[in-house]
């Protein structure tokens, strides 16, 4: 397993292929082989009854995790899609968060990933997800 592409890379290929993510104010914080960790400012839009950050932000949080250690191994492939994610919430977060994720295995066809969600400025754990990614076939 190897990167195909940096982080700077990463984020321009997203840029160009998928724009509106950049609404979600996600940021690549670290990169390398088989790990990445992701952050994600928090704002109101983010927040659910309570003043507490949805359920649905951290899922797109894992997911986008996920999608981006994978496009760092395989490259220019945009069609790679979320097949499954699961996500337990643990704990109630707080403020901006960063997610890890790992690749458990990248083949052909699948790809396998681990997200551990945590508050940014304490570092708890608030969420746990594993991901599966299609890879299309090379053309």
């Known amino acids: 397993m190897k990167l195909e592409m940096n982080a700077n890379e990463v984020e321009a290929y997203i840029e160009q292929v998928f724009p509106q993510v950049s609404d979600y104010g996600f940021k690549i914080e670290n990169l390398e082989t088989g790990k990445i960790s992701v952050s ?4 109101d839009a983010h927040l659910r009854p309570g003043g507490t950050v949805s359920g649905p932000t951290m899922f797109t949080l894992a997911d986008c995790a996920s999608y981006l250690i994978v496009l ?16 337990n ?9 960063i997610a890890d ?3 458990l295995k990248l083949g052909k066809r699948l790809a396998v990933c681990e997200i551990s969600i945590r508050s940014k400025m304490n570092k708890t754990l608030v969420a746990h997800a594993t991901a599966t990614y299609s890879i299309p076939p090379s053309l």
């Open 40 to 43: 994600m400012k928090i704002a």
């Open 89 to 97: 919430f643990i704990s109630k977060p707080e403020g901006d968060l």
């Open 72 to 87: 760092a191994h395989i490259g220019k492939v945009a069609l790679a899609v979320t097949t499954n994610l699961n996500i």
């Open 101 to 103: 994720s790992q690749l």
